[in-house]
């Protein structure tokens, strides 16, 4: 492994770590608990606003849930389904589970928010032993990213996944908990986006499975 790849594996490894300690806090504050999906939030310590934590089951499998999740450039299908990803591409791919992106919104939030777009390290890593698989994610800087003046760069924080395979007796489900934090920049105040938030995702698992319908030609 190379020098920087050593680099960029040794700052994945402190954000696995990052994600699992925010994950695993106490305290944190129930915003809506409808449907089998549990949303929390706590001040972010990186800038001025919430981050959330949501947790539900789905049974769908690890594989489906990720090719529903996850842009091409991160093995998914993301892009078929999820009108508001203009472009995810490759920046540099540090090892096979470690890679720099770039990804690019179009409007969103009901088209009131103008696109945006994130250069982030995105690692992923199994954990044998508890059957879970850890996704994580950090803005970073890259030398062949400069900002652009026609959109606004926002900033990922320490955000993550643990996906983990759940035995129910006989049959199984997958346990989702999701970390996120971001700052989107620009002028709309933060209290915009920590109100939108918990309406947009509390119907995200039965959603999940409508997309993976037209990811695989069903619809």
Known sequence: MTTIAADYQAKADKLCQTVDDLMTRENWEVVEDKNGVLIERMNSSNYDGYMFKMTFTTDMSMNDFMLVTQPRVLGGEREKW???????????EVTENLKIIRQETNKFGVGLVSPREFVVMAYKKT??????????????????????????????????????????????SLKVVQLSQVDMGGLIPMSFFTTLLPFMVVGFPEDLRKYLKIIKGQA
């Open 127 to 172: 954990i044998p032993e508890s059957n879970t698989l850890v996704h994580v994610m950090e803005s970073v800087e890259h030398n062949e990213c400069s900002e652009k003046e026609d959109i606004i760069r926002a900033t990922r924080y320490p955000t993550g996944m643990h996906m983990s395979v759940v035995d129910n007796g006989g049959t199984s």
């Open 82 to 92: 999820d009108t508001e990803m203009k472009k995810v591409s490759m920046v540099e």
